[in-house]
Nanobody, 122 residues
């Protein structure tokens, strides 16, 4: 089970840190991803991180502004979002999969959190 939290309302240029807590003892066995869905749009990939955190992946639009990280001892994955823009407004979801072939594809992920709203005002 995944539970995402940390969303909120922030002004453009501000920062937020999302967290996703996972239950169970095998968190380190899962690749973790963040996806987002803006109003009226489909869900899109944001970032992913490998089992030990040694590899990270980002969609081009957030490179240099967002940082994904994980703490396997706490069963938690984070998404640090800096220099936020109004176009980052969306519901953000965390997801997990043991061995995603294509880390940017939502169909690869078997487990999903409930989503947390991020709203960036201009």
């Amino acid at each position: 089970q995944l539970q995402a939290f940390g969303g909120g309302l922030v002004q453009a240029g501000g920062s937020l840190r999302l967290s996703c807590a996972a239950s169970g003892r095998t968190f380190s066995s899962y690749y973790m991803g963040w996806f987002r869905q803006a109003p009226g749009k489909g869900r899109e990939f944001v970032a992913a991180i490998s089992w030990s955190g040694g590899a990270t992946h980002y969609v081009d639009s957030v490179k240099g502004r967002f940082t994904i990280s994980r703490d396997n001892a706490k069963n938690t994955v984070y998404l640090q979002m800096d220099r936020l823009k109004p176009e980052d407004t969306a519901v953000y979801y965390c997801a997990a999969d043991a061995v995603p072939i294509r880390v940017g594809e939502q169909s690869e992920y078997d487990y999903w959190g409930q989503g947390t709203q991020v709203t960036v005002s201009s």
